[in-house]
């Protein structure tokens, strides 16, 4: 009798434990390709370009010990020659052309937005589809392009040419302005698909309930649309300015080397002009700079009511 009660007892717990060691199973088939794969590449090449940057430049730019803060220190702007404001330059350009590019992209996505959400829902998919669809092909592709829409013998150009803007046989590039096209034109997609999704999710009664109170078009935008597609925009802006932050190839084919931004500078460092452990430095800056962005970014997002949908 007493052995029938135990094996009562313990049945549940013995169950208990196998449900629990099922979910663990299931949670490991499910989010364990994801893990590994943000694992090795993402965690152990940053682990790995931590250690390079704290390490001696050896022949042929190779990382050697002893370590040492002169990568770190290079990128500050000093060397043995005195000290350069240069990195300090391409660090306020890369801010600054993502600063505008994500601008833009809002201006021209809200636009392109409102236009889809307002046609008839059947056509909707389609019509974000064609936003969409630039952004399939190979962007060192679509900066060629560019490449050929910005040269001194483009329609683009020789209208500059003629107004005065340009000096005559130049084209629209290299110059930041060509770099600042690139960029938007890239990451605009981007920014659609957020504010999109925020959008058609929209309360039109409380548009029309500002229409009835006789609000204009950018009163009724800021009090009853805006707040409605914040969550969206937010999002938005982490997709673009980010990437637009760090990007390499648009600047150097629209740049060259007359606009240098981050994204070049640290690639030179693995190939033109080897010197690991300086290029590891300045990857290790700027992804300091890309996370304190983040954690501003989160502290504006629950400032400003956008929700959990567009923190991280």
Not at 81 to 108: C, E, K, M, P, Y
Not at 214 to 240: D, E, N
Request: proline residues 8%; glycine residues 10%.
């Amino acid at each position: 009798m007493p052995s029938e009660i135990t094996s009562d007892k313990t049945k549940p717990a013995h169950a208990a434990r196998s449900e629990n060691m099922a979910r663990a199973i299931r949670l490991w088939i499910t989010a364990g390709p994801g893990l590994a794969w943000i694992i090795l590449f993402l965690i152990v090449p940053s682990a790995i370009l931590l250690g390079i940057g704290f390490m001696s430049n050896g022949d042929y730019g190779s990382p050697h010990l002893p370590l040492t803060l002169d990568p770190f220190k290079e990128v500050a702007g000093f060397s043995i020659l005195g000290w350069a404001d240069g990195n300090l330059i391409t660090l306020l350009r890369s801010l600054v052309q993502s600063f505008i590019a994500t601008f833009i992209t809002v201006l021209l996505a809200y636009p392109v937005v409102f236009f889809i959400i307002t046609r008839r829902p059947e056509i909707r998919p389609l019509l974000l589809l064609f936003v969409i669809l630039p952004s399939w092909t190979n962007q060192v592709v679509r900066a060629y392009a560019w490449v050929e829409l910005l040269g001194p013998r483009a329609p683009l150009s020789g209208l500059a040419q003629s107004l005065g803007l340009i000096p005559p046989n130049l084209g629209l590039m290299p110059t930041n302005f060509s770099v600042l096209i690139g960029l938007t034109y890239n990451y605009l997609p981007y920014m659609v698909v957020p504010l999109y999704a925020a959008a058609e999710k929209l309360d039109w009664s409380l548009v029309e309930a500002g229409r009835d109170l006789y609000a204009s078009g950018p009163r009724l935008f800021w009090a009853a649309v805006f707040p409605q597609t914040l969550p969206g925009l937010l999002s938005g802006i982490i997709l673009v300015a980010i990437p637009a932050f760090g990007d390499y190839i648009v600047p150097t084919l629209l740049g060259g080397n007359r606009v240098l931004m981050m994204g070049s500078l640290i690639a030179s460092q693995f190939t033109e002009t080897p010197n690991w452990p300086y290029g590891a430095a300045l990857t290790i800056i700027m992804l300091l700079f890309t996370c304190g962005g983040l954690i501003v970014f989160r502290r504006m997002t629950k400032r400003l009511g956008g929700g959990d949908g567009a923190m991280l």
